[in-house]
Protein backbone atom coordinates (compact mmCIF):
# COMPACT_ATOMS: atom_id res chain seq x y z
CA UNK A 1 0.00 0.00 0.00
CA UNK A 2 1.46 3.50 -1.10
CA UNK A 3 -0.09 6.31 0.92
CA UNK A 4 0.60 9.32 -0.81
CA UNK A 5 -0.32 12.82 0.39
CA UNK A 6 0.37 16.04 -2.33
CA UNK A 7 1.44 18.03 0.88
CA UNK A 8 3.06 20.45 -1.56
CA UNK A 9 7.32 20.12 -2.45
CA UNK A 10 8.64 22.37 0.62
CA UNK A 11 6.62 19.56 3.35
CA UNK A 12 7.78 16.66 1.38
CA UNK A 13 11.52 17.66 1.56
CA UNK A 14 10.72 18.81 5.22
CA UNK A 15 9.40 14.83 6.03
CA UNK A 16 12.43 12.96 4.17
CA UNK A 17 14.65 15.11 6.39
CA UNK A 18 13.21 14.08 9.34
CA UNK A 19 12.37 10.57 8.56
CA UNK A 20 9.03 10.52 8.96
CA UNK A 21 8.10 9.23 5.55
CA UNK A 22 9.83 6.14 2.60
CA UNK A 23 10.40 8.52 0.19
CA UNK A 24 9.59 12.58 -0.41
CA UNK A 25 8.60 14.43 -3.63
CA UNK A 26 9.72 17.41 -5.00
CA UNK A 27 9.08 19.48 -8.18
CA UNK A 28 12.23 21.52 -8.29
CA UNK A 29 15.50 20.04 -7.78
CA UNK A 30 17.27 19.92 -4.19
CA UNK A 31 19.09 22.73 -3.54
CA UNK A 32 22.56 22.00 -1.59
CA UNK A 33 21.58 22.69 2.03
CA UNK A 34 18.09 20.38 1.19
CA UNK A 35 21.22 17.49 0.10
CA UNK A 36 23.04 18.55 3.20
CA UNK A 37 20.29 18.27 5.63
CA UNK A 38 19.03 14.77 3.57
CA UNK A 39 22.39 13.46 3.72
CA UNK A 40 22.67 13.67 7.77
CA UNK A 41 20.25 10.96 7.76
CA UNK A 42 23.33 8.68 7.26
CA UNK A 43 23.59 8.24 3.51
CA UNK A 44 23.50 10.68 0.63
CA UNK A 45 20.61 12.34 -0.99
CA UNK A 46 18.96 11.05 -4.19
CA UNK A 47 16.64 12.41 -6.21
CA UNK A 48 14.67 10.60 -9.30
CA UNK A 49 13.18 12.26 -12.14
CA UNK A 50 9.95 10.57 -12.60
CA UNK A 51 7.02 12.72 -14.65
CA UNK A 52 6.64 16.13 -16.03
CA UNK A 53 3.76 18.07 -15.39
CA UNK A 54 2.29 21.57 -17.80
CA UNK A 55 1.84 24.48 -15.33
CA UNK A 56 -1.36 26.28 -16.92
CA UNK A 57 -2.49 30.06 -16.26
CA UNK A 58 -6.19 29.27 -15.62
CA UNK A 59 -8.95 31.50 -15.23
CA UNK A 60 -12.68 32.58 -14.44
CA UNK A 61 -14.00 34.75 -17.00
CA UNK A 62 -17.70 34.52 -17.77
CA UNK A 63 -18.25 35.40 -21.62
CA UNK A 64 -14.59 34.42 -22.30
CA UNK A 65 -14.84 30.41 -23.01
CA UNK A 66 -11.77 30.14 -25.39
CA UNK A 67 -8.39 30.08 -24.35
CA UNK A 68 -6.63 33.89 -24.40
CA UNK A 69 -3.11 34.18 -25.13
CA UNK A 70 -0.51 35.57 -22.80
CA UNK A 71 3.00 36.30 -22.61
CA UNK A 72 5.29 36.17 -20.17
CA UNK A 73 5.39 39.38 -19.50
CA UNK A 74 1.94 39.93 -19.44
CA UNK A 75 1.56 37.37 -16.45
CA UNK A 76 4.13 38.73 -14.79
CA UNK A 77 2.88 42.20 -14.55
CA UNK A 78 -0.68 40.41 -13.66
CA UNK A 79 1.17 39.10 -10.50
CA UNK A 80 2.97 41.78 -9.78
CA UNK A 81 -0.12 43.94 -9.51
CA UNK A 82 0.42 46.69 -12.58
CA UNK A 83 -2.34 44.65 -15.08
CA UNK A 84 -5.39 45.02 -13.13
CA UNK A 85 -8.15 44.54 -15.39
CA UNK A 86 -9.19 41.96 -17.96
CA UNK A 87 -9.38 44.42 -20.83
CA UNK A 88 -6.06 46.40 -19.70
CA UNK A 89 -3.94 47.32 -22.95
CA UNK A 90 -1.27 44.49 -22.09
CA UNK A 91 -3.87 41.44 -22.52
CA UNK A 92 -5.77 43.21 -25.32
CA UNK A 93 -2.87 43.38 -27.75
CA UNK A 94 -2.28 39.86 -27.17
CA UNK A 95 -5.83 39.10 -28.21
CA UNK A 96 -7.13 41.11 -31.21
CA UNK A 97 -10.76 40.62 -31.99
CA UNK A 98 -11.54 39.07 -28.16
CA UNK A 99 -14.11 40.87 -26.56
CA UNK A 100 -12.76 41.05 -23.08
CA UNK A 101 -14.26 42.61 -20.03
CA UNK A 102 -13.32 45.54 -17.38
CA UNK A 103 -13.57 42.61 -14.70
CA UNK A 104 -10.70 43.29 -12.30
CA UNK A 105 -8.47 40.75 -11.84
CA UNK A 106 -8.18 38.63 -9.10
CA UNK A 107 -4.81 37.41 -8.27
CA UNK A 108 -4.23 34.04 -6.33
CA UNK A 109 -1.33 31.87 -5.58
CA UNK A 110 0.07 29.38 -3.35
CA UNK A 111 -0.07 30.29 0.24
CA UNK A 112 2.02 26.80 1.17
CA UNK A 113 5.93 25.82 0.59
CA UNK A 114 5.27 24.52 -3.47
CA UNK A 115 7.04 23.36 -6.58
CA UNK A 116 4.41 24.46 -8.54
CA UNK A 117 5.24 27.98 -7.16
CA UNK A 118 9.02 27.49 -7.99
CA UNK A 119 8.21 26.32 -11.23
CA UNK A 120 5.81 29.34 -12.59
CA UNK A 121 7.83 31.88 -10.69
CA UNK A 122 10.98 30.25 -12.51
CA UNK A 123 9.91 30.90 -15.75
CA UNK A 124 8.51 34.42 -14.97
CA UNK A 125 12.21 35.65 -13.30
CA UNK A 126 13.40 33.73 -16.26
CA UNK A 127 11.63 36.60 -19.05
CA UNK A 128 10.84 39.36 -16.94
CA UNK A 129 13.75 41.33 -15.16
CA UNK A 130 11.02 43.25 -13.18
CA UNK A 131 9.28 40.21 -11.97
CA UNK A 132 12.91 38.53 -11.22
CA UNK A 133 13.76 41.73 -9.25
CA UNK A 134 10.59 42.22 -7.35
CA UNK A 135 9.89 38.80 -6.44
CA UNK A 136 12.62 35.91 -7.50
CA UNK A 137 11.76 32.47 -8.08
CA UNK A 138 11.32 30.26 -5.31
CA UNK A 139 8.89 27.80 -3.25
CA UNK A 140 7.81 30.31 -0.98
CA UNK A 141 8.03 34.25 -2.34
CA UNK A 142 6.98 37.33 -1.43
CA UNK A 143 4.06 38.45 -3.44
CA UNK A 144 3.12 41.97 -4.06
CA UNK A 145 -0.71 40.91 -4.64
CA UNK A 146 -3.40 38.65 -4.67
CA UNK A 147 -4.56 35.78 -2.03
CA UNK A 148 -2.96 33.00 -0.87
CA UNK A 149 -4.73 28.92 -1.30
CA UNK A 150 -3.09 25.99 -0.13
CA UNK A 151 -1.94 23.42 -2.32
CA UNK A 152 -3.39 23.19 -6.35
CA UNK A 153 -6.49 21.88 -4.78
CA UNK A 154 -6.46 25.29 -2.94
CA UNK A 155 -5.68 27.33 -5.49
CA UNK A 156 -8.20 25.57 -7.83
CA UNK A 157 -10.79 26.02 -6.02
CA UNK A 158 -10.63 29.66 -5.49
CA UNK A 159 -10.18 30.19 -8.86
CA UNK A 160 -13.61 28.00 -9.38
CA UNK A 161 -15.56 30.18 -6.86
CA UNK A 162 -14.55 33.75 -7.97
CA UNK A 163 -14.94 35.51 -11.47
CA UNK A 164 -12.38 37.57 -12.51
CA UNK A 165 -9.42 35.35 -11.17
CA UNK A 166 -6.12 33.78 -12.79
CA UNK A 167 -4.62 31.05 -10.64
CA UNK A 168 -1.19 28.97 -11.54
CA UNK A 169 -2.38 25.02 -10.89
CA UNK A 170 -0.94 21.82 -12.48
CA UNK A 171 -2.83 20.66 -15.27
CA UNK A 172 -4.15 17.90 -13.84
CA UNK A 173 -6.61 20.11 -11.13
CA UNK A 174 -7.15 22.87 -14.20
CA UNK A 175 -8.94 19.04 -16.21
CA UNK A 176 -10.44 18.38 -13.31
CA UNK A 177 -12.34 21.85 -12.69
CA UNK A 178 -12.90 22.10 -16.51
CA UNK A 179 -10.97 25.51 -16.31
CA UNK A 180 -9.72 27.45 -19.17
CA UNK A 181 -6.76 28.28 -19.38
CA UNK A 182 -4.47 30.47 -21.39
CA UNK A 183 -1.77 29.62 -24.19
CA UNK A 184 1.24 30.92 -23.47
CA UNK A 185 4.15 32.29 -25.78
CA UNK A 186 7.12 30.36 -25.46
CA UNK A 187 10.77 30.94 -26.11
CA UNK A 188 10.30 30.56 -30.00
CA UNK A 189 7.54 33.19 -29.77
CA UNK A 190 4.33 30.67 -30.67
CA UNK A 191 1.35 30.63 -28.36
CA UNK A 192 1.30 26.91 -26.99
CA UNK A 193 -1.31 25.60 -24.89
CA UNK A 194 -0.32 23.34 -22.35
CA UNK A 195 -0.77 19.50 -23.23
CA UNK A 196 0.54 16.15 -22.46
CA UNK A 197 2.79 16.41 -25.98
CA UNK A 198 3.78 20.37 -25.59
CA UNK A 199 5.08 19.57 -21.90
CA UNK A 200 6.77 16.03 -23.17
CA UNK A 201 8.05 18.61 -26.13
CA UNK A 202 9.80 20.80 -22.82
CA UNK A 203 12.13 18.42 -21.46
CA UNK A 204 13.87 17.33 -24.94
CA UNK A 205 17.22 18.34 -24.93
CA UNK A 206 17.45 19.33 -21.37
CA UNK A 207 20.73 18.76 -19.85
CA UNK A 208 21.02 16.37 -17.21
CA UNK A 209 23.62 16.98 -14.18
CA UNK A 210 25.20 14.57 -12.38
CA UNK A 211 22.76 14.85 -9.76
CA UNK A 212 19.81 14.75 -11.88
CA UNK A 213 18.20 17.73 -10.77
CA UNK A 214 17.09 18.82 -14.05
CA UNK A 215 15.29 22.00 -14.58
CA UNK A 216 13.10 23.55 -17.10
CA UNK A 217 12.55 26.74 -17.63
CA UNK A 218 11.62 28.57 -20.78
CA UNK A 219 12.34 25.87 -23.45
CA UNK A 220 13.32 25.86 -26.58
CA UNK A 221 11.34 24.21 -29.25
CA UNK A 222 8.27 25.26 -31.57
CA UNK A 223 6.24 23.06 -30.08
CA UNK A 224 7.51 23.45 -26.28
CA UNK A 225 4.82 24.81 -23.56
CA UNK A 226 7.15 27.01 -21.12
CA UNK A 227 5.73 26.54 -17.88
CA UNK A 228 6.58 22.71 -17.59
CA UNK A 229 7.98 21.19 -14.31
CA UNK A 230 9.39 18.11 -13.21
CA UNK A 231 8.75 15.70 -10.12
CA UNK A 232 11.48 13.62 -8.41
CA UNK A 233 10.92 11.34 -5.69
CA UNK A 234 13.62 11.74 -3.52
CA UNK A 235 15.51 9.40 -1.37
CA UNK A 236 18.36 8.46 0.33
CA UNK A 237 20.98 6.32 -1.29
CA UNK A 238 21.11 3.52 1.12
CA UNK A 239 17.87 3.66 2.82
CA UNK A 240 18.36 1.67 5.93
CA UNK A 241 21.29 3.10 6.86
CA UNK A 242 19.39 6.45 6.46
CA UNK A 243 16.52 4.86 8.92
CA UNK A 244 13.73 3.96 6.65
CA UNK A 245 11.16 4.33 9.22
CA UNK A 246 9.33 0.79 7.50
CA UNK A 247 12.87 -1.10 7.45
CA UNK A 248 14.33 -2.71 4.67
CA UNK A 249 10.46 -4.48 3.67
CA UNK A 250 9.49 -1.06 3.05
CA UNK A 251 13.22 0.00 1.30
CA UNK A 252 12.48 -2.80 -1.09
CA UNK A 253 8.74 -1.59 -1.93
CA UNK A 254 10.31 1.86 -2.33
CA UNK A 255 12.35 0.34 -5.33
CA UNK A 256 9.02 -1.88 -6.20
CA UNK A 257 7.40 1.60 -6.67
CA UNK A 258 10.01 3.08 -8.47
CA UNK A 259 10.75 0.75 -10.72
CA UNK A 260 6.94 0.38 -11.75
CA UNK A 261 6.62 4.67 -12.00
CA UNK A 262 9.65 4.47 -14.66
CA UNK A 263 8.59 1.76 -16.46
CA UNK A 264 4.64 1.00 -16.63
CA UNK A 265 3.86 3.47 -14.67
CA UNK A 266 5.39 5.69 -17.46
CA UNK A 267 2.42 4.76 -20.50
CA UNK A 268 -0.42 5.43 -17.80
CA UNK A 269 0.46 8.72 -16.57
CA UNK A 270 -1.35 10.39 -19.08
CA UNK A 271 -4.38 9.05 -17.55
CA UNK A 272 -3.61 11.23 -14.14
CA UNK A 273 -2.90 14.42 -16.89
CA UNK A 274 0.92 14.05 -16.56
CA UNK A 275 3.65 13.51 -19.42
CA UNK A 276 6.18 11.14 -19.38
CA UNK A 277 10.12 10.89 -19.39
CA UNK A 278 11.90 11.60 -22.42
CA UNK A 279 14.74 8.54 -23.21
CA UNK A 280 17.87 10.53 -22.02
CA UNK A 281 16.30 11.52 -18.47
CA UNK A 282 14.26 7.91 -17.95
CA UNK A 283 17.41 5.77 -18.71
CA UNK A 284 19.40 8.09 -15.93
CA UNK A 285 16.40 7.75 -13.84
CA UNK A 286 16.34 3.97 -13.71
CA UNK A 287 20.21 4.04 -13.59
CA UNK A 288 19.68 5.95 -10.28
CA UNK A 289 17.40 3.29 -8.97
CA UNK A 290 19.27 0.64 -9.58
CA UNK A 291 22.23 2.24 -7.29
CA UNK A 292 19.82 2.62 -4.01
CA UNK A 293 20.76 -0.14 -1.39
CA UNK A 294 19.75 -1.08 2.20
CA UNK A 295 23.08 -1.32 4.56
CA UNK A 296 25.22 -1.68 1.90
CA UNK A 297 23.72 -4.36 -0.20
CA UNK A 298 21.99 -3.36 -3.21
CA UNK A 299 17.82 -3.43 -3.85
CA UNK A 300 18.02 -4.28 -7.17
CA UNK A 301 16.18 -1.20 -9.68
Sequence with gaps: TVNYQAVGSGAGITAI????????????????????????????AVQIPMFLGAITVSYNLPGVQTGLKLDGKTIADIYLGTVKSWNDPEIKALNPGVSLPSTSITVIHRSDSSGTTAGFTGFLAT???????KVGEGKDVQWPTGTGAKGNAGVAGAVQQTAGAVGYVEQAYALQHNFTYASVKNKAGAFVAPTLASASAAAQGVTVPANLGVKISNPGGAGSYPITSQTFVVVNKDLCKAGIPGGESAAKGVVKFLDYGLGQGQSVLSQADYAGLPAAILAKSKEAVAGLQCNGASLGG
Design 17 to 44: ESKTVDFGASDPPLKPADETAIAKNGSP
Design 127 to 133: VDPAFKS
